[in-house]
């Protein structure tokens, strides 16, 4: 842990971080069974490593681009003894593959890093709240329909990309399509773009903590 980033310093003080949201997944992982958990955006391995510890899936896909959280996340994952479980993918998620450019955020608050070709104006909030610096530089995407084949299986997922929201879920439809998935999101800006993307998929809005959205089509799913 390290008391300088914004995260680790909330769980130092806190006692915690998005406990309320961990808990509620931990609740829906009692109710479903689900066959894997999808992690994208992982930073250092918070969720991946809680419920990896405490089986809400047996497989978890972690996805992380910022080096730096890559080198935690492993860590992190060997530390809960993990590694049998748990899939680290070193890259971004979007649409396409390809090499895109990744804005890192200073040291002491990682999990405000985005990818450049997200909104600007989302990057823009957190610059001039937490006056930091950043440093661009190539990263490694794929598509999770790439990367992932899933079809008539009960999918948790967690979505954390700093603006590239949309992006990430035109790269999984197919995914979305084919499975039973209930998705947490953390949407900052405007929302309604993302709702309709869902709910042309027959996703429907069943819960919401903060600023993450959390989405479902067991009620609609033709697999179900």
Known sequence: MQPSNYIDRRMWVEGGYENLHLAYMLKQAQMYDFDAFLDIGANFGLYSCVLGKNKAAPIVHSFECDPRNVNHLRGHIRMNSLLDDVTVHPLAVGDVAGEITFRMASGNSTGHSYVAESSESYALIHSEKNSEEYQSITVEQKSID???????????????????????????????????????????????????????????????????????????SSTQ
């Open 146 to 220: 790439e990367v992932l084949s899933f079809n008539g299986r009960e999918l948790l997922i967690k979505i954390d990309v700093e603006g590239y929201e949309k992006i990430v879920l035109r790269g999984m439809e197919k995914t979305l399509r084919e499975n039973i998935c209930l998705l947490q999101i953390e949407i900052v800006n405007d929302s309604h773009e993302q709702i309709e993307m869902l709910s042309a998929l027959g996703y429907e809005r069943v819960h919401k903590i903060d600023d993450d959205w959390y989405f479902s089509n067991r009620a609609t």
